[in-house]
């Protein structure tokens, strides 16, 4: 079960306990609850979060999920400077509540599809973040 409370000495992070209709996760909100992803893109998203001035969500896809950094919208895309994929929605639920913005986040991570890079998460890689 993830912590849905933290707190940190730079900024203060408010879960909300109701996930999206679908999810089965909560959804994150910092600062002053003002949220990353548009209204038109909620359906599409679990959680989201501001990470060192960062705009990061994570997005359920086939067969992983995403943990997506510096995401901006338009009324039919987005874009992002990483995209990390784990198998497990949990595993990037925890990237998302843990990691501090800076390298690669935690956890056993696949692959980041923009630099096409294998995580400690991939088939045979014995590393760990």
Not at 62 to 68: A, E, H, Q, V, Y
Not at 87 to 95: I, T, V
Request: charged share 25%.
């Amino acid at each position: 079960m993830i912590d849905t409370h933290t707190e940190s000495s730079a900024e203060s992070t408010d879960w909300t306990e109701e996930p999206r209709e679908g999810a089965s996760v909560v959804t994150a909100f910092v600062g002053r609850n003002q949220p990353i992803v548009p209204p038109a893109w909620r359906s599409e998203f679990l959680a989201e979060r501001w990470i060192a001035g960062r705009a990061c969500a994570v997005q359920p896809s086939d067969g992983s999920t995403g943990l997506i950094v510096d995401v901006s919208f338009s009324a039919l895309d987005y874009e992002c400077t990483a995209h990390y994929h784990y198998d497990e929605a949990e595993d990037a639920l925890l990237a998302l509540r843990d990691w501090d913005g800076r390298l690669d986040p935690p956890g056993p991570w696949i692959k980041e599809r923009i630099s096409d890079r294998r995580g400690p998460g991939a088939a045979g890689d014995g590393s760990s973040s």
